[in-house]
């Protein structure tokens, strides 16, 4: 049992968590209580801290280093956390998002991102998909690469060309992003026909997306060189933009550093939200009184439904990051949210 004496499930999920959710085959990746694995039960669908459920923020590839964002909705009652990554000397790197919602009482991930931003309703979460292209040993890009590229994505090897801006200056290496959006309730994805999403952004009436073209350097933390901005339903009628662009405001609020060489900061950290008090020290998380395993408090949603931590990663190597950014659904009632 664990040390106190109440069984506790922590259960690592792969997608969206919808009310009736599953535990996935990746469950490994989660740091569980002495015995909450030979205790954990089918039924993921009570409301009660035991039945304490966690999904890894990122489940995607891990650079070189990384850090740990989030931002909250104007009421707090929705969280979005981002693992950004970076390759060497800081080059672009995929990262990955996941965003809570208590309104909805479920939550929707995406790896393999360059960006994502929420909607000023916090309805749905926008986000570049990232894909990358290696060159191999000569200086230019084999045009098969691009031709596979093309047909994966379903555009022209032009638009390929067209759109792909440089990924590393010590390797040929071309980036490319594809503009797509997600529900937050249902935990429905789009991908729009629009090359785009180095950053993103979006209109402050919500109604369009503003997508980067591609930075205008070598650098993960680069900005984009030009914008298009979407109409967020259809994903037509981009119109371009260069220089500022005037999009709703994002108060992204930096963490603790993902690396092997920085260990996770285990001082006291006590969250007092408007339902439960979350807190850690040494290494041990609480929600209330109840010790739910190894972890790091980071942040939490209005009433505690929903807690960001820094959790340790037993699938690492040797030279990877020991702790890997998740996201604790504590147990809140569900919203009745009807189907669309």
């Known amino acids: ?3 106190h004496q109440i069984p506790v499930v922590l259960l690592l999920l792969a997608g969206c968590a919808a ?3 599953q535990p996935a085959a990746d469950s490994a990746t989660a740091v569980l209580p002495d015995s909450a694995a030979d205790s954990a039960a089918s039924d993921t669908a009570s409301f009660a801290i035991d039945q304490l459920e966690i999904a890894r923020v990122n ?3 891990r650079g070189m280093a990384g850090e740990v964002r989030w931002v909250f909705s104007p009421d707090s009652s929705a969280l979005l956390a981002i693992e950004d990554w ?5 080059e672009a790197f995929f990262d990955g998002f996941l965003l809570a919602s208590e309104r909805t ?7 393999s991102v360059w960006d994502a931003a929420p909607s000023p309703d916090w309805t749905r979460v926008a986000y570049g998909l990232a894909t990358r292209i290696m060159g191999g040993e000569g200086d230019s890009m084999p045009p098969e690469s691009l031709v596979a590229v093309a047909n994966r994505l379903g555009v022209s090897v032009d638009e390929v060309r067209a759109s792909a801006f440089m990924a590393s200056g010590m390797a040929p290496a071309m980036g490319l992003a594809r503009l797509g959006i997600a529900d937050v309730a249902f935990g429905q994805k789009r991908t729009l026909p ?4 180095w950053n993103v952004r979006w209109s402050r009436s919500g109604d369009r997306v503003l997508a980067g073209l591609g930075p205008v350097l070598v650098n993960d933390d680069a900005p984009s060189r030009a914008w298009v901005s979407v109409t967020a339903e259809r994903g037509d009628s981009a119109v371009s933009h260069t220089g500022a662009i005037d999009s709703a405001r994002v108060r992204w609020i ?11 900061d285990t001082g006291e ?5 408007a339902g439960r008090t979350i807190s850690s020290h040494g290494g041990e998380l609480m929600v209330d009184s109840v010790n739910v395993g190894d972890g790091v408090a980071l942040a939490a949603t209005r009433q505690g439904c929903f807690v960001l931590a820094l959790v340790r990663d037993t699938t690492a190597g040797e030279y990877d990051p020991k702790w890997r950014a998740a996201m604790l659904d504590t147990g809140c009632p569900r919203p009745q949210t009807e189907s669309p």
């Open 1 to 3: 049992m664990p040390r």
């Open 19 to 21: 009310p009736d959710r």
């Open 59 to 61: 489940l995607g590839a």
């Open 86 to 90: 970076v390759s060497i000397e800081a």
């Open 105 to 111: 009482g479920t939550w929707v991930r995406e790896d």
């Open 194 to 197: 629009v090359l785009a999403g």
């Open 254 to 264: 930096t963490g603790p550093t993902l690396d092997i060489s920085v260990d996770a």
């Open 269 to 273: 950290v006590v969250i007092a939200t």
